[in-house]
Protein backbone atom coordinates (compact mmCIF):
# COMPACT_ATOMS: atom_id res chain seq x y z
CA UNK A 1 0.00 0.00 0.00
CA UNK A 2 2.79 2.57 0.72
CA UNK A 3 3.51 2.17 -2.82
CA UNK A 4 0.03 2.92 -3.91
CA UNK A 5 -0.12 5.98 -1.52
CA UNK A 6 3.35 7.39 -3.23
CA UNK A 7 1.78 7.04 -7.01
CA UNK A 8 -1.47 8.03 -5.96
CA UNK A 9 0.08 11.53 -4.80
CA UNK A 10 2.85 11.69 -7.31
CA UNK A 11 -0.11 11.39 -9.80
CA UNK A 12 -2.42 13.48 -8.13
CA UNK A 13 -0.21 16.65 -7.12
CA UNK A 14 2.93 16.01 -9.22
CA UNK A 15 4.57 15.82 -5.41
CA UNK A 16 7.52 13.18 -5.67
CA UNK A 17 8.84 12.23 -2.23
CA UNK A 18 11.92 14.02 -0.61
CA UNK A 19 14.21 12.38 2.18
CA UNK A 20 15.70 15.03 4.12
CA UNK A 21 16.95 12.60 6.94
CA UNK A 22 20.39 12.00 6.65
CA UNK A 23 21.35 8.13 6.17
CA UNK A 24 17.22 7.56 6.31
CA UNK A 25 16.06 6.18 2.49
CA UNK A 26 12.94 5.07 4.33
CA UNK A 27 10.83 8.39 5.78
CA UNK A 28 9.37 9.83 2.95
CA UNK A 29 7.90 13.57 3.00
CA UNK A 30 5.64 15.07 0.80
CA UNK A 31 5.71 18.74 1.15
CA UNK A 32 3.34 21.27 -0.84
CA UNK A 33 5.16 22.90 -3.93
CA UNK A 34 4.12 26.66 -3.42
CA UNK A 35 5.38 26.96 0.38
CA UNK A 36 7.19 23.85 1.38
CA UNK A 37 4.92 22.64 4.13
CA UNK A 38 4.63 18.90 4.99
CA UNK A 39 1.55 16.78 4.42
CA UNK A 40 2.27 13.60 4.36
CA UNK A 41 5.00 11.47 6.15
CA UNK A 42 5.47 8.14 5.64
CA UNK A 43 7.70 5.68 8.28
CA UNK A 44 8.88 2.25 7.97
CA UNK A 45 9.06 -0.49 10.13
CA UNK A 46 7.67 1.00 13.66
CA UNK A 47 6.27 -1.02 16.30
CA UNK A 48 2.41 -1.16 16.65
CA UNK A 49 2.50 -0.51 20.11
CA UNK A 50 4.76 3.04 19.21
CA UNK A 51 1.23 4.43 17.65
CA UNK A 52 -0.95 3.32 20.15
CA UNK A 53 -1.96 -0.46 18.81
CA UNK A 54 -1.18 -3.32 20.50
CA UNK A 55 2.20 -5.64 19.62
CA UNK A 56 5.21 -5.49 18.63
CA UNK A 57 4.36 -6.08 14.42
CA UNK A 58 5.99 -3.51 12.45
CA UNK A 59 3.84 -1.42 10.36
CA UNK A 60 4.27 1.14 7.77
CA UNK A 61 2.30 4.46 8.50
CA UNK A 62 1.91 7.91 7.03
CA UNK A 63 1.18 10.83 9.07
CA UNK A 64 -1.60 13.05 7.42
CA UNK A 65 -2.16 17.01 8.46
CA UNK A 66 -6.04 16.44 10.11
CA UNK A 67 -8.83 19.13 11.28
CA UNK A 68 -9.10 18.92 14.52
CA UNK A 69 -12.40 18.68 14.52
CA UNK A 70 -13.05 16.27 12.43
CA UNK A 71 -9.99 14.07 13.96
CA UNK A 72 -11.74 12.43 16.84
CA UNK A 73 -14.05 11.40 14.11
CA UNK A 74 -12.01 9.01 12.33
CA UNK A 75 -9.58 7.75 14.93
CA UNK A 76 -10.48 4.18 15.45
CA UNK A 77 -7.67 2.67 17.37
CA UNK A 78 -7.28 0.34 14.06
CA UNK A 79 -6.13 1.98 11.18
CA UNK A 80 -6.10 5.58 12.42
CA UNK A 81 -4.44 6.73 15.42
CA UNK A 82 -3.17 9.96 17.06
CA UNK A 83 0.09 11.00 15.16
CA UNK A 84 3.25 9.19 16.27
CA UNK A 85 6.07 11.65 16.09
CA UNK A 86 4.21 14.77 15.89
CA UNK A 87 1.18 16.97 17.47
CA UNK A 88 -1.52 14.94 17.76
CA UNK A 89 -3.77 17.89 17.67
CA UNK A 90 -3.55 18.71 14.03
CA UNK A 91 -2.12 14.98 12.47
CA UNK A 92 -3.20 11.45 12.36
CA UNK A 93 -1.41 8.01 11.87
CA UNK A 94 -2.94 5.84 9.17
CA UNK A 95 -1.84 2.30 8.63
CA UNK A 96 -0.83 1.44 5.34
CA UNK A 97 -0.83 -2.44 5.79
CA UNK A 98 -3.80 -2.74 4.13
CA UNK A 99 -6.44 -2.72 6.76
CA UNK A 100 -7.10 0.96 5.92
CA UNK A 101 -9.72 1.18 2.67
CA UNK A 102 -7.58 2.91 -0.06
CA UNK A 103 -10.66 5.50 -1.33
CA UNK A 104 -10.78 6.66 2.56
CA UNK A 105 -7.36 7.31 2.52
CA UNK A 106 -7.14 9.04 -0.14
CA UNK A 107 -9.88 11.52 0.89
CA UNK A 108 -7.25 11.79 4.01
CA UNK A 109 -4.61 12.58 2.11
CA UNK A 110 -6.70 15.14 -0.40
CA UNK A 111 -7.89 17.10 3.18
CA UNK A 112 -4.10 17.03 4.31
CA UNK A 113 -2.82 18.87 1.11
CA UNK A 114 -5.63 21.26 1.38
CA UNK A 115 -5.14 22.02 5.21
CA UNK A 116 -1.89 23.07 3.96
CA UNK A 117 -2.32 24.49 0.96
CA UNK A 118 -4.48 26.98 2.99
CA UNK A 119 -0.95 27.92 4.59
CA UNK A 120 1.22 30.35 2.29
CA UNK A 121 3.69 31.86 3.40
CA UNK A 122 3.43 35.49 4.21
CA UNK A 123 4.34 38.00 2.21
CA UNK A 124 6.16 40.75 4.47
CA UNK A 125 4.86 43.81 3.12
CA UNK A 126 5.94 47.40 4.59
CA UNK A 127 3.19 49.07 6.60
CA UNK A 128 2.36 52.59 4.53
CA UNK A 129 3.78 56.08 6.30
CA UNK A 130 0.78 58.20 8.09
CA UNK A 131 1.86 60.88 5.78
CA UNK A 132 1.08 58.40 2.68
CA UNK A 133 -2.45 57.19 3.42
CA UNK A 134 -4.00 60.66 3.02
Known amino acids: MKQQVIDYIKDKYSVSPDYPFDEDNMTAVFRNPK ?25 DVINLKCDPLLQYTLLDGKTI ?7 KEHWITVLLDGSADFDKLAELINMSYDLIEKKTK ?3 TKAPKYEDMW
Open 35 to 59: NDKWFGIIMCSLPLSKIGGKGEKRV
Open 81 to 87: FKAYHMN
Open 122 to 124: KIK
